[in-house]
């Protein structure tokens, strides 16, 4: 089973370059999640989704924008990058229905912006 | 809002050695907990996880009980192993479902 897939694993970008990172998940989850990872602050929540056509914003959703086509995919776009989005950035999904599921976790999308 | 808070690492421990790492949190109603862990170069796995005040999660020698008088969500292992080494993170589920809030992790390293 190939679970939540990330791609790419690894970025750079130059100031003002956009980007799309593509998450993929192949256990039919409703609920999909876009994180970011910085040093000391644990992971934040940037937008999800509850199911295919819906989305949601998180805690740090600035300069970022995300789409949900179809239910196994969960699209984050950067339009004009800034060095403040370097970070590493994780894809999560979930079954829905409940507060108890299990989060399940891609290996991560490590972005660097100069 | 909901808040995660976890002792700030990292945990330096021989193998053997007896873990605590501590976790309080803030939330509205009756929220899931968790324990996830990140080895290196990996993403997040879930640990283990407690639903309901005095539920005790364990998993791998890990344990922790979901303690509401005292908003806490404490992670032990009585004796852990150089394998254990990685950043441990406390989260909580809002009622809802919809969104889990994170603490700011806490790195691990065992020493043989």
């Known amino acids: ?114 | 809002g909901n808040s995660v808070t976890q002792m700030e690492g990292p945990v330096t421990l021989s193998e053997e050695a007896f873990l605590t790492i501590n976790c309080t949190y803030t939330a509205t109603g009756y929220p899931s907990l968790f324990w996830y862990v990140q080895y290196p170069g990996e993403g997040l796995q879930l640990l283990l996880k407690a639903t309901k005040a005095d539920d005790k999660g364990s998993n791998k020698g890990f344990e922790a009980t979901y303690r509401k008088e005292t908003t806490s969500f404490h992670l032990e292992k009585g004796s852990v192993q150089v394998s254990d080494s990685a950043v441990y993170f406390c989260a909580l589920s809002d009622n809802a479902g919809n969104m889990l809030t994170f603490g700011g992790g806490t790195r691990l390293m065992v020493k043989p």
């Open chain 1, 1 to 114: 089973n190939a679970g939540v897939t990330q791609t790419p694993k690894f970025r750079v970008l130059k100031t003002g370059q956009s980007m799309t990172l593509l998450c993929a998940q192949d256990m039919n989850h409703e609920y999909m999640y876009w994180y970011r990872q910085d040093p000391g602050m644990g992971l934040r929540l940037i937008h999800y989704s509850v199911g295919e056509g819906t989305t949601a914003k998180g805690e740090v959703p600035d300069g970022y924008n995300v789409s949900r086509l179809k239910k196994q995919n969960f699209l984050l776009g950067l339009e004009s990058a800034a060095p403040s989005q370097t970070s590493v950035y994780f894809c999560a999904s979930r079954r829905g229905g409940s507060n108890t599921g299990e989060l399940f976790f891609g290996e991560g999308s490590r972005l660097t912006v100069l």
